[in-house]
Each structure stands twice: as structure tokens, then as C-alpha cells.
């Protein structure tokens, strides 16, 4: 975690990256001063991340992935899968072309190798899942840069118009306590640990989910702290039909309060069944505590864009925030959130309808 106010070669490493991808700064070489601070707030604002400032793992992540271009280097996939704007890039073509590579994340996963290999066997070029120099060629001569919907999109639709499951049975969630012992994340005022009460509200919700017949795995225990890639490649190795990660927010601002959930979603491409479970998840939650709604928003976080099914991130409230943050620490409060999330989630796996269950007033068992 790179920060303002930190000195040495690991800042004039940021400073040399962020210059390379047009975001200079005054700051002195190895020096996290002000300047610094509005490149990077900068980059994370148009790269879609959390514009805190800090160069921690998903921004360091995206500052690697924008240096690569179309072109570069052989795409594939392999394991660990390849990142970056190039992959990006050629994601993009194939959808407007008309082949379905999958949301445009930068990451070549199983559905972009399927991609490149219908698009070879489609223009004749040898057919071996590579997107090197012959493939690249064929795709910038054939790029259609008016068609705007991507192939990937059209199919989430079109799946969303009818329900996936009559029942809860056989349905499976990946549930991602944000956070961990090694990343403790926001700190409440009497030093209670984000990751502390995010593995307690999933830990809740577990119990809830499993109780309506829903398979449940957890990212995390109680004390490890998986990176967010490894958190993602369990939810696609298990094949889960979502993923829900409870984080709590936070800001220097003692004023911030409210519940706020995100979806993938950059430069106009977006997940359409994120979105729906987002917005089903925060509102939800506001229902049943009363927080406030500060809505759903795209995001390009790493758990977002590296799984396959639909995934979004909670945040049901702010630490920081002096009141809201005593209320997160209350094991009633926590039930609470973990019941309308409990609700929001059964409504999307069964079709993305509205709950079906009543609310229950605020300060009642859920």
C-alpha cells in the first residue's frame, strides 16, 4: 500500500508509470507528495476503482495492464490468465465483430479463447486459440467501430428475459468477506478491523443462504487473507452462479453514511445481471436498516472482473461514520443486513425479481 506522504523507489516507480500513461506529477522523483496524489486519484477515477489515493492492489494491477497494447505480445489462454488493455482491446473487437469473448475485462479467460477460435475458423486463418500477428491483422482489418452493443451483452439480455430456476436447490454462491488479518481494511474508532465484521455478516448470511437450500463457500476463513485473484479463480473453479463480497466503506469525513453496491462495468461495457444484483442487494439493505441509499455504481475491481458469473461487491454502511459504524458492530445489526441480502439473492438466482418476502421494520427480527 503506496500512500501520500511515503519516500523511496517504490513511488518513483509509480511516478515513471503513471508519466508513461499521461499523468505526470511535480512531486520530486521517489517523493508521494500532493501532485502525486491527483495523478493517482486520477488514473483510479478514469480506470473505474475507488478513487482513494492509494496504490494498492488493483490499482498497481491496472497501472502493469494500461503499459500493454494490441499487438505487444501473443494472447492466449494460460494460467495464470493474461491481463491488460491489449486483452481488453481485443476483446472489444471480437464483440463488435459479433463473437462472444465475454465482458470486455482484460482478462483472456475460457469464453476469449473461444472467441479467437470461432473468429479464426470464421476468416481462415489457422485455428489454434493464439491471437498473434496473422489474427491481429485480420481483426483490425475487419473491426466494426459503429456497432456499439457487444455480442456478450446481447446474450446476458436475452438470458435475463426468462428465469434461470424455479428452486433455490442446486443453486450455488461464492460469499467474499472483504479483507482479511494481512489487509485489515477501514478501522472503526474503538479499533474493531473491517475484515473482522465482514467475515461476521457473511458468516450470517452463509447460515441464511444455506437454510433456503443454497450452496454456499466462502472466499475466506476467519484468519487468512486470500489475494483478490485467488478469491476470484475459487468462484470460477467451483463454477458458482454468483458471487456477493461484503465490504464496509470508509473516508476521512466523519459525515459519510449510507449503503452503496457495485457491478462490473467500464467505458460503456457492463455486466446487465451485476447490475440487477446490485441494485436488488442495496436496495434491500437499505429497506431493512433504514441506511441511506447511495445506489449502485460500475466498478472495475478485481473480483468483479476476473469471475465469470455475475458479482458484486456490498457495502452496507461506513465504518468511519460515527453512529453507522456502532451499528455495523451490533451482532442485531449485522443479522439484519445479512437477512436482506439473504433476500436479494434468492430474488436474483430465481430471475432477478423483487423479493417476495415482506420487509421487516427496522429494529425487528429479520
Same mark, same amino acid.
Given at each position: 500500500?503506496?500512500?501520500?506522504?511515503?519516500? &523511496?523507489? +517504490?513511488?518513483?516507480?509509480?511516478?515513471?508509470?503513471?508519466?508513461?500513461?499521461?499523468?505526470?506529477?511535480?512531486?520530486?522523483?521517489?517523493? =508521494?507528495?500532493?501532485?502525486?496524489?491527483?495523478?493517482?486519484?486520477?488514473?483510479?477515477?478514469?480506470?473505474?476503482?475507488?478513487?482513494?489515493?492509494?496504490?494498492?492492489?488493483?490499482?498497481?494491477?491496472?497501472?502493469? +495492464?494500461?503499459?500493454?497494447?494490441?499487438?505487444?505480445?501473443?494472447?492466449?489462454?494460460?494460467?495464470?490468465?493474461?491481463?491488460?488493455?491489449?486483452?481488453?482491446?481485443?476483446?472489444?473487437?471480437?464483440?463488435?465483430?459479433?463473437?462472444?469473448?465475454?465482458?470486455?475485462?482484460?482478462?483472456?479467460?475460457?469464453?476469449?479463447?473461444?472467441?479467437?477460435?470461432?473468429?479464426?475458423?470464421?476468416?481462415?486463418?489457422?485455428?489454434?486459440?493464439?491471437?498473434?500477428?496473422?489474427?491481429?491483422?485480420?481483426?483490425?482489418?475487419? #473491426?466494426?467501430?459503429?456497432?456499439?452493443?457487444?455480442?456478450?451483452?446481447?446474450?446476458?439480455? +436475452?438470458?435475463?428475459?426468462?428465469?434461470? !430456476?424455479?428452486?433455490?436447490?442446486?443453486? !450455488?454462491?461464492?460469499?467474499?468477506?472483504?479483507?482479511?488479518?494481512?489487509?485489515?481494511?477501514?478501522?472503526?474508532?474503538?479499533?474493531?478491523?473491517?475484515?473482522?465484521?465482514?467475515?461476521?455478516?457473511?458468516?450470517?448470511?452463509? &447460515?441464511?443462504?444455506?437454510?433456503?437450500?443454497?450452496?454456499?463457500?466462502?472466499?475466506?476463513?476467519?484468519?487468512?487473507?486470500?489475494?483478490?485473484?485467488?478469491?476470484?479463480?475459487?468462484?470460477?473453479?467451483?463454477?458458482?452462479?454468483?458471487?456477493?463480497?461484503?465490504?464496509?466503506?470508509?473516508?476521512?469525513?466523519?459525515?459519510? #453514511?449510507?449503503?452503496?453496491?457495485?457491478? =462490473?462495468?467500464?467505458?460503456?461495457?457492463?455486466?446487465?445481471? &451485476?447490475?440487477?444484483?446490485?441494485?436488488?442487494?442495496?436496495?434491500?439493505?437499505?429497506?431493512?436498516?433504514?441506511?441511506?441509499?447511495?445506489?449502485?455504481?460500475?466498478?472495475?475491481?478485481?473480483?468483479?472482473?476476473?469471475?465469470?458469473?455475475?458479482?458484486?461487491?456490498?457495502?452496507?454502511? =461506513?465504518?468511519?461514520?460515527?453512529?453507522?459504524?456502532?451499528?455495523?458492530?451490533?451482532?442485531?445489526?449485522?443479522?439484519?443486513?445479512?437477512?436482506?441480502?439473504?433476500?436479494?439473492?434468492?430474488?436474483?438466482?430465481? &430471475?432477478?425479481?423483487?423479493?417476495? +418476502?415482506?420487509?421487516?421494520?427496522?429494529?425487528?427480527?429479520?
Amino acid at each position: 500500500m503506496i500512500r501520500q506522504g511515503a519516500r &523511496g523507489p +517504490e513511488v518513483a516507480d509509480v511516478q515513471r508509470r503513471l508519466a508513461e500513461l499521461g499523468y505526470s506529477s511535480d512531486d520530486d522523483p521517489g517523493v =508521494f507528495g500532493g501532485s502525486t496524489l491527483a495523478a493517482v486519484r486520477t488514473f483510479q477515477q478514469e480506470r473505474g476503482l475507488v478513487a482513494d489515493g492509494i496504490v494498492g492492489d488493483d490499482t498497481w494491477r491496472a497501472m502493469v +495492464e494500461a503499459s500493454v497494447h494490441l499487438g505487444d505480445r501473443n494472447l492466449y489462454h494460460t494460467r495464470p490468465m493474461l491481463r491488460g488493455d491489449d486483452v481488453r482491446d481485443l476483446q472489444e473487437r471480437l464483440n463488435r465483430l459479433g463473437f462472444d469473448a465475454g465482458p470486455a475485462d482484460g482478462v483472456l479467460g475460457p469464453d476469449t479463447e473461444a472467441a479467437i477460435r470461432d473468429f479464426q475458423a470464421n476468416v481462415g486463418v489457422a485455428v489454434d486459440g493464439i491471437a498473434g500477428d496473422e489474427t491481429i491483422r485480420a481483426i483490425r482489418r475487419l #473491426h466494426r467501430a459503429h456497432q456499439s452493443q457487444a455480442a456478450f451483452s446481447v446474450r446476458e439480455k +436475452e438470458s435475463m428475459r426468462y428465469p434461470q !430456476r424455479a428452486t433455490l436447490a442446486g443453486a !450455488r454462491v461464492l460469499l467474499d468477506p472483504g479483507h482479511g488479518p494481512e489487509d485489515p481494511g477501514y478501522l472503526a474508532p474503538d479499533g474493531t478491523a473491517e475484515h473482522q465484521l465482514t467475515w461476521a455478516i457473511a458468516n450470517r448470511l452463509a &447460515g441464511r443462504l444455506l437454510a433456503r437450500g443454497v450452496s454456499v463457500l466462502l472466499s475466506r476463513g476467519p484468519n487468512v487473507t486470500p489475494s483478490v485473484s485467488e478469491r476470484a479463480r475459487l468462484a470460477n473453479e467451483e463454477d458458482v452462479d454468483a458471487v456477493l463480497g461484503v465490504h464496509l466503506n470508509g473516508l476521512d469525513s466523519p459525515h459519510a #453514511h449510507g449503503a452503496a453496491a457495485y457491478y =462490473f462495468g467500464h467505458a460503456g461495457i457492463v455486466s446487465e445481471a &451485476g447490475r440487477t444484483f446490485a441494485q436488488l442487494a442495496v436496495d434491500e439493505v437499505c429497506n431493512t436498516t433504514g441506511a441511506l441509499n447511495c445506489r449502485c455504481h460500475a466498478s472495475r475491481a478485481g473480483l468483479l472482473r476476473e469471475t465469470r458469473a455475475p458479482a458484486v461487491i456490498v457495502e452496507p454502511g =461506513f465504518l468511519t461514520h460515527p453512529d453507522e459504524g456502532q451499528r455495523l458492530r451490533d451482532p442485531a445489526y449485522q443479522d439484519r443486513v445479512a437477512a436482506a441480502l439473504s433476500r436479494a439473492t434468492c430474488a436474483f438466482l430465481l &430471475g432477478g425479481a423483487r423479493p417476495m +418476502e415482506r420487509v421487516t421494520p427496522r429494529g425487528a427480527s429479520a
